[in-house]
């Protein structure tokens, strides 16, 4: 299965979402996103899934490495992007709560095992991203 997340960043935070109760791996953080669609571009379905769990718009800074990853249940492939919000606030429409999480403090966050993969490229790759 093909999903997109956003590593959405400002002021040397990036935005998490907690997955909300009833959901696979119900309680950890992730970069929020989400599955691809038939016939969707992947710059088209981060921007609207986006859109659709926390209600802004977003800018694409750069693409990140495909990761792929089994979960007990499903095998994803998670296409990361580094993005910004362009407009508006972002609410947790679909996740439990949301938190602007420092750079630093991502890999101790309690994160997907394919988020955990993303964090720790996004962690050693700082200096060559120019954020």
């Known amino acids: 299965m093909d999903v997109t997340c956003a590593i959405l960043i400002h002021n040397k935070t990036v935005l998490l979402a907690r997955r909300a109760q009833g959901s696979d791996r119900a309680g950890l953080w992730e970069f929020p996103g989400g599955k691809l669609h038939k016939d969707e571009t992947l710059h088209n379905c981060i921007k ?3 859109f659709e769990e926390l209600n802004v718009t977003i800018k694409i800074i750069s693409d990140g490495p495909v990761v792929k990853h089994s979960y007990p249940d499903k095998t994803i492939k998670l296409f990361p992007f580094i993005c910004s919000i362009s407009e508006g606030v972002p609410k947790p429409i679909v996740h439990a709560e949301l938190k602007w999480t420092p750079f630093e403090q991502l890999t101790v ?3 997907c095992q394919a988020d ?5 490229w996004f962690i050693s790759n700082l200096n060559l991203l120019s954020l």
């Open 48 to 50: 609207r899934e986006i």
């Open 109 to 111: 966050m309690d994160l």
């Open 116 to 120: 955990k993969l993303i964090a720790q």
